[in-house]
């Protein structure tokens, strides 16, 4: 009855009216961003979501230029706590280096490779490893000292194998944006068998998304073997993907070479990788989308390994990062778990890495160049890694291992290449420029501990000395205390230096033995190197990465592995009576005066004895970067040790 009324009705019909237009405004809205919702990543879509984000969202709108709502899990995973998302960088300390986001123009639009399966028969499909007959050892045998893997083996895998999904389940879930840039892949080889050479080359092709792979550029680094030559130009003239060779014409080491590749590269990243390598489903996606999203980020894939003697594909862990031990050789050791804090435990996000192994990573084609590029001054191999973490790091720049991103590696026992003047004076001349250049005060300890180093020829340093300056880059300490804490590189330690028997005047010695070996005792001389021990403010009585270990009071005191749980390398220093005791145990280090004249003696654990001068031990500190506290702690201890020598 009411509706009767004219003026009701008149009432009722606007009501629907304006519901109607309300609905056809709220489709308008969801057509409008029906492009993002859907994944397609388009431009207009990276426009949208910047506005949105722009008004209170996660980064200003040149951070998320490149990031589409097809890259959800990027945006959702940035944003879930400050504690990922914050930046170690204050960008405005380096407004040389910021590059600004890519343009549309240097974007392609791509979509996944569509990798085709061989038969699972065949040798070594899905990553299988390929057994050599036993009638046929010998030959393998021969063979395998020109690579230092089992060449008989890779020769019978195809080119193009097959290797299984090795991604985590979240990573394949895992969206990127619609548009990235493309790359140049970047591959030094010297001798280099003809079937992982190419296996390495078909790998990238099969795996990569075809608009994203601009070219690869193969450096020969002076090959003497005939197939290497016109037969491989030959070869790869007929691949899909444009490839050509380049000569060096001289050898010229990996770090050479690989600058000769890297002025050729047109992609908008250099992806460098080793001869021997497989790239797996989905390998450089994630890779570009990070740089895609700041340029200043270096990425490298989690790098799998491929068995140097059966060529299994067996894949490594997420949980590992790069660091280095005393004498700055590269190590792999576990992600610490302030890492794993920091992303959330989720294994999807890249791990901030302090360094990288070197061989395997991809950075933006113009910030290589701003960086610095490799130094020129290093010879062959060696070094140049730590030497561009360190700069990445201190200069401004970001280091991650990419866990959605996996690259086999054929990790070879030795090397089956020999070098002018020998493998370790090179790696010296390079790691001497390397501390020189980078390390400030911790450049003495290094010398301290590695003599051979500190007198060889490092080269002229004074170019890479003004790059630092010129970049405005931190300090070493900055480095320790910020991007790598967990490192074995002296810091705040109370004692570093020898450690020195009272009685019979010989000091703690490794004797260049490594984890698991007994620890030894000889004359004290002086001169660092294997004498050189620290006392941690964690308890323990390191050298390198090893600590000083002792399980039980029978067996030999050991070298293990540094792991910072206390127990077995725990040990207490009394500044009274200059005993060193084993907290687990109660007991103390003792080196009897009867093996003074031992060259083969070993300390022992035994019951604490303050008669006993064996258990009495000097240690010496003086170095000079250590912090005011620890240092002033340090100047008791050298006192204690004069008052306590003079009473001797």
Wanted: net charge positive; with cysteine; charged share 25%.
């Amino acid at each position: 009855m009411l509706l009767r009324s004219p003026i009701r009705w008149y009432t009722f019909r606007i009501m629907i009216l304006t519901s109607i237009v309300w609905v056809i405004f709220g489709m308008c809205i969801l057509v409008y961003y029906m492009e993002c919702l859907a994944g397609s990543g388009g431009i207009n879509c990276r426009n949208k979501m910047n506005g949105y984000q722009s008004n209170g969202g996660v980064g200003s709108p040149e951070q998320l230029l490149l990031v589409s709502n097809s890259d959800s899990d990027f945006l959702s995973d940035s944003s879930k706590t400050n504690s990922y998302s914050v930046d170690i960088h204050n960008n405005n300390d380096w407004p040389h280096l910021r590059l600004p986001p890519y343009q549309e123009s240097q974007l392609q639009l791509w979509s996944p490779a569509e990798i085709k399966t061989n038969p699972s028969s065949w040798p070594g499909e899905n990553g299988r490893g390929v057994e050599i007959p036993k009638e046929e050892e010998e030959i393998k045998n021969e063979k395998f000292k020109l690579n230092q893997f089992n060449i008989l083996a890779s020769d019978r895998i195809a080119l193009n194998r097959t290797i299984s999904d090795v991604r985590l389940n979240t990573c394949r879930r895992k969206r990127y944006p619609k548009h990235l840039p493309t790359a140049s892949i970047v591959i030094v080889f010297h001798n280099e068998a003809w079937s992982t050479l190419l296996r390495t080359v078909y790998s990238i092709i099969r795996t990569s998304p075809v608009n994203l792979l601009k070219e690869i550029i193969l450096v020969d680094d002076a090959s003497e073997r005939e197939y290497l030559g016109k037969e491989l130009e030959d070869h790869v003239a007929k691949l899909s993907v444009p490839t050509k060779v380049l000569r060096t014409g001289k050898r010229s080491g990996l770090i050479r070479a690989r600058l000769i590749g890297a002025d050729q590269v047109h992609g908008e990243v250099i992806i460098f990788l080793d001869a021997h390598c497989e790239c797996t489903k989905g390998w450089l996606e994630p890779l570009l989308a990070r740089i895609a999203e700041d340029r200043t980020r270096v990425v490298c894939p989690i790098i799998d390994v491929i068995s140097d003697e059966n060529f299994e594909y067996i894949t490594a862990s997420d949980k590992t990062w790069g660091g280095f031990n005393w004498k700055l050789n590269f190590r792999w050791y576990h992600v610490p778990q302030r890492e794993f804090d920091r992303r959330n435990n989720d294994r999807t996000l890249p791990v901030r890495t302090p360094t990288m192994a070197g061989g395997l990573f991809a950075m933006d084609r113009e910030y290589f160049e701003k960086l610095g590029r490799y130094d020129e001054g290093m010879d062959i191999w060696g070094g140049e890694n730590l030497e561009m973490s360190f700069r990445i790091w201190m200069c401004g720049g970001t280091l991650e291992i990419v866990t959605c991103s996996h690259v086999g590696h054929v990790f070879r026992k030795s090397t089956p290449y020999t070098f002018p003047g020998g493998t370790s004076n090179i790696v010296n001349h390079n790691n001497a420029r390397l501390a020189e250049v980078w390390m400030d005060e911790w450049k003495d300890f290094f010398f301290a501990i590695n003599p051979a180093a500190k007198n060889i020829d490092m080269g002229d340093t004074k170019k890479r000395k003004q790059l630092r300056k010129d970049l405005h880059c931190r300090d070493f300490r900055w480095y320790l205390e910020n991007i790598y804490p967990e490192s074995q590189m002296p810091l705040n330690y109370y004692s570093l230096g020898e450690i020195r028997n009272v009685a019979t005047k010989k000091c703690l010695d490794t004797f260049g033995r490594k984890s698991g070996e007994n620890i030894a005792l000889s004359p004290c001389h002086g001169l660092g190197g294997n004498q050189v021990f620290a006392y941690t403010k964690r308890e323990q009585i390191m050298s390198d990465d090893n600590c000083m270990d002792a399980s039980n009071l029978s067996s030999p005191i050991k070298l293990i592995r540094c792991h910072g749980m206390g127990g077995n390398q725990a040990w207490l220093y009394n500044n009274s009576t200059k005993q060193i005791i084993h907290k687990k145990s109660g007991h103390c280090l003792e080196n009897d005066e009867k093996d003074s004249d031992n060259s083969s003696a070993s300390p022992k654990l035994k019951k604490c004895n303050l008669k006993k001068r064996g258990q009495k031990w000097l240690m010496v500190s003086n170095f000079k970067w250590q912090t005011k506290k620890i240092a002033k702690k340090n100047e008791t201890n050298n006192q204690d040790d004069q008052d306590g020598s003079s009473e001797i």
